[in-house]
């Protein structure tokens, strides 16, 4: 089965710089890559994806790189806010007829 | 707000004993998707059903069972229950016929404690 690495599990930076979350995934048949966005005791929330035939996504301050042949997928946020102060996770499918298979999180932490 | 919908909030119960959790997906969305999220397994796939049909499996115990009904809800049967069990359960929902998509979103999960 699918098998996701996130790193790193813990993220500090300062408030205004930016922030890199790195995701490599096992699967050659995993073809849609998103990202969630958990506070404490909150559901995850989808902030962004990709598909495997794109190789990067923007919305706003958040963007999304994709490098299939390395199996590997990025977030990106600019400009953090402390808003941005949360657990991240990467996750990896086959698409509609799949679950999604999840990292173990990046926490971030947003030091003002 | 997600539109999906989960219930209880909060369950507490025994070891041995059984639970039935509730999901109601958004409106028009016809895939359910059930998820665990214990701090020692993260976030884990248990099982997806389609349109009242199972369509995928993931790490799901044989203790663990789930159906979808014809308004499209789903329930999580967990019996047996262990200490381990006690965990975050996630209902998510994706794909409507009008806009098929893989997208998946979260309803606000089910808080279930083994004592």
């Known amino acids: 089965g699918e098998n996701v690495e996130q790193h790193p599990s813990t993220l500090s930076v300062q408030e205004g710089d930016s922030a890199v979350i790195k995701c490599t995934y096992s699967?050659?048949?995993?073809?849609?890559f998103p990202w969630y966005k958990q506070e404490l005791g909150k559901r995850p929330q989808l902030i962004i994806d990709i598909r495997s035939n794109v190789g990067e996504k923007k919305d706003q301050r958040i963007a999304v790189t994709l490098n299939k042949t390395a199996k590997h997928f990025s977030l990106h946020i600019t400009e953090t806010q402390p808003e941005d102060s949360a657990v991240y996770f990467c996750a990896a499918s086959r698409g509609g007829a799949d679950g999604l298979t999840f990292g173990k999180g990046t926490h971030l932490i947003i030091q003002p | 707000d997600s539109g999906v919908t989960q219930t209880p909030k909060h369950l507490i119960t025994a070891t041995g004993q059984r639970v039935t959790l509730r999901c109601s997906p958004r409106?028009?969305?016809?895939?359910v998707y059930w998820y665990q999220q214990s701090l020692d397994q993260g976030l884990q796939f248990l099982i997806q059903y389609y349109n009242g049909e199972e369509r995928a499996k993931g790490n799901i115990l044989e203790r663990f069972s789930a159906q979808q009904f014809p308004d499209l809800h789903s329930e999580l049967n967990l019996s047996s229950l262990e200490l381990g069990d006690s965990a975050l359960y996630f209902c998510?929902?994706?794909?409507?016929?009008?806009?098929?998509?893989?997208?998946?979103?979260f309803g606000p999960g089910t808080r279930l404690t083994v004592t």
């Open positions: 409106s028009g969305d016809l895939s």
């Open positions: 699967d050659s048949a995993s073809n849609y």
């Open positions: 998510a929902s994706s794909y409507s016929q009008d806009s098929p998509s893989y997208e998946q979103y």
